[in-house]
Nanobody, 123 residues
Framework: QVQLVESGGGLVQAGGSLRLSCTAF????????MGWYRQAPGKQRELVAD???????NYADSVKGRFTISRDDAKHTGHLQMNSLKPEDTAVYYC?????????????????WGQGTQVTVSS
């Protein structure tokens, strides 16, 4: 239905910045909520940040003031700007989105995950 493709991960030194992108592909659809999650080795996947269709944002306490989530609905793309990165931010980052596939009537709900992108912060 709706596929998510992430990009922008990589290796960066502590204090550096990275910008992750997530683009949605599929037939006619609208995205309600878009979020970024991360999973470090041996740990559970956790919510990093999310943003609603109205622009309301929510951040994990550990990233507040350092990360910024945004979205461009015209391009079906979301971004996670990560500044002042710390070694503890090292993880695989996943994009998640939910919304409606509009090529059906009534529209069908969807929820999709990206394939994940590795972010490694060296000390």
């Amino acid at each position: 239905q709706v596929q998510l493709v992430e990009s922008g991960g990589g290796l960066v030194q502590a204090g550096g910045s990275l910008r992750l992108s997530c683009t949605a592909f599929g037939s006619r659809f609208s995205i309600n909520r878009m979020g970024w999650y991360r999973q470090a080795p041996g740990k559970q996947r956790e919510l990093v940040a999310d943003i609603t269709s109205g622009g309301s944002t929510n951040y994990a306490d550990s990233v507040k003031g350092r990360f910024t989530i945004s979205r461009d609905d015209a391009k079906h793309t979301g971004h996670l700007q990560m500044n002042s990165l710390k070694p503890e931010d090292t993880a695989v980052y996943y994009c998640n989105a939910d919304g409606d596939v509009l090529s059906y009537w009534p529209p069908r709900r969807f929820q999709s995950w990206g394939q994940g992108t590795q972010v490694t912060v060296s000390s």
